[in-house]
T-cell receptor, first 118, second 113 residues
C-alpha cells in the first residue's frame, strides 16, 4: 500500500533561517511520482514540484531545493533564507504510475505547518 | 498554465438540503477528475475518481449515495452533497487531469448549519 509520512506537524522559524521539511513515502511500484504542494491560508493548493521515480537528481528553484533519495524513500524539501510569505501548510504527495493515460490519484501526507516569524 | 475553476467558492446550507459543487477545466479537456475533501487542519483525502462518461469510483468509506458525482463532459464534473449534515462541513477540492498533469481547483468551503 502507498503511504506518505510527514512527521513534522508544525515548524516555527525566524525569518532568514533555513528549514527542511521531511517526507518519507512507501510504495511497491517502481514507477511513481512525488509532489510538493503549498497551501496558504486561502486554501488553494500551489504546485511546487513533481519528480518521477527515475529521476533522482536534486533540484533547486530559487530559495527552494528538493532532495530525493530512493535508498531511504525520502523526498525532503528545504527553504533557504525563509521569509514570512513562506508561512503555509506544505504537503508531500505520492502518485503511483499512470492511470488510463493520466496521473493516478494523489496520496497526501498529513502536511507540515510552517510558521515564519519576522 | 491550465486553469480549473470551482463554483461556488463558499456555500452555507441548512441541514437536510442538497448542495451542488461544480468543477470546470477552463482551457483543457480533462479525461479524469478527482474530488478531495479536507477537514480543518487535516490533510486532503481522496473521495472519488471520475472519468468522463462513466460512473465514478469511490474510495472506501465514502458513501456514493450521499456524494453524487457526475462527469458529463470533458470540462465539467459536479459533486452533489445530498441531505447535508453538519459533519459534511469541509473544504472540497477538485482536480482535473488531462493526460499528463493534474491541476487543482481553488476549493469550495461548505458549511452546513
Amino acid at each position: 500500500a502507498q503511504k506518505v509520512t510527514q512527521a513534522q506537524t508544525e515548524i516555527s522559524v525566524v525569518e532568514k533561517e533555513d528549514v527542511t521539511l521531511d517526507c518519507v513515502y512507501e510504495t511497491r511500484d517502481t514507477t511513481y511520482y512525488l509532489f510538493w504542494y503549498k497551501q496558504p491560508p486561502s486554501g488553494e493548493l500551489v504546485f511546487l514540484i513533481r519528480r518521477n521515480s527515475f529521476d533522482e537528481q536534486n533540484e533547486i528553484s530559487g530559495r527552494y531545493s528538493w532532495n530525493f533519495q530512493k535508498s531511504t524513500s525520502s523526498f525532503n524539501f528545504t527553504i533557504t533564507a525563509s521569509q514570512v510569505v513562506d508561512s503555509a501548510v506544505y504537503f508531500c504527495a505520492l502518485s503511483e504510475g499512470l492511470f488510463s493515460g493520466g496521473y493516478n490519484k494523489l496520496i497526501f501526507g498529513a502536511g507540515t505547518r510552517l510558521a515564519v516569524h519576522p | 498554465g491550465a486553469v480549473v475553476s470551482q463554483h461556488p467558492s463558499r456555500v452555507i446550507c441548512k441541514s437536510g438540503t442538497s448542495v451542488k459543487i461544480e468543477c470546470r477545466s477552463l482551457d483543457f479537456q480533462a479525461t479524469t477528475m478527482f474530488w478531495y475533501r479536507q477537514f480543518p487542519k487535516q490533510s486532503l483525502m481522496l473521495m472519488a475518481t471520475s472519468n468522463e462518461g462513466s460512473k465514478a469510483t469511490y474510495e472506501q468509506g465514502v458513501e456514493k449515495d450521499k456524494f453524487l458525482i457526475n462527469h458529463a463532459s470533458l470540462t465539467l464534473s459536479t459533486l452533489t452533497v445530498t441531505s447535508a449534515h453538519p459533519e459534511d462541513s469541509s473544504f472540497y477540492i477538485c482536480s482535473a487531469s488531462p493526460l499528463t498533469e493534474q491541476y487543482f481547483g481553488p476549493g469550495t468551503r461548505l458549511t452546513v448549519t
